[in-house]
């Protein structure tokens, strides 16, 4: 009698990966914004309502809630980007990068926005990104993080002005803390490096 054991399939590359995650989660702000549009805009309430009680939810969701089509097709393909970018790192790296971003941005905003306002946005997300991007490869030295964060800074960088009070109705309180967030991303998971480094010279 024959035997056969399974053979697992061959794991995808990483770039591979990555493409799969961020595709799939663009595609879930698609959908959510399909089903806030239904509902009559009323899923897009569900965002951070600055120093309320109820607004602490919004800090899980208002980075998948948007406004309307133009905020979300604004955000799409800086999300596809920048998130795949992050992801290069190795997945398990930029998830934690990425909820890092996600929680210091929304409680940020709990704290400093304006009172009785809904903020929402992947723009969070994006300037915690760019900002991860940007200072990662300083904190660890790294060449590669580097020139990647030198294209970011090309690309994205006229973006980060958007950290300060500027056009009504913008959260730039989300924008400033994704990129604190971001910041604190890039050191907490550079302490590695740091330390690498650290033990080099002392030897």
Sequence with gaps: ???YLP????KRPLWQQAVMLMGSFVVLLWVIE??????????????INPRSVDGLWGILFAPVLHDDWAHLIANTLPVL???????????????????????VGGVGT???GGANSNHIGASVLIFGWIAYLLTRGIFTRNLGQLA??????????????GVL????GVSWQGHLFG??????????????????????SLG
């Design 81 to 103: 980007i920048l998130g795949f970018l992050v992801l290069l790192s190795g997945l398990a790296r930029g998830l934690t990068a990425t909820g890092i971003i996600w929680v």
């Design 34 to 47: 399909i089903i806030d549009v239904a509902s009559g805009s009323r899923v897009e309430q569900a965002g």
């Design 7 to 10: 053979v697992a399939a061959p």
């Design 148 to 161: 990647v964060g030198v294209v970011v800074f090309v690309i994205y960088g006229g973006a980060l002005w």
């Design 110 to 112: 709990w704290l400093i």
């Design 165 to 168: 009070p500027s056009t009504p």
């Design 179 to 200: 990129a604190v967030g971001g910041v604190l991303a890039a050191w907490f998971l550079s302490s590695d490096a740091r330390e690498a480094r650290k033990q080099k």
């Design 1 to 3: 009698m024959n035997h």
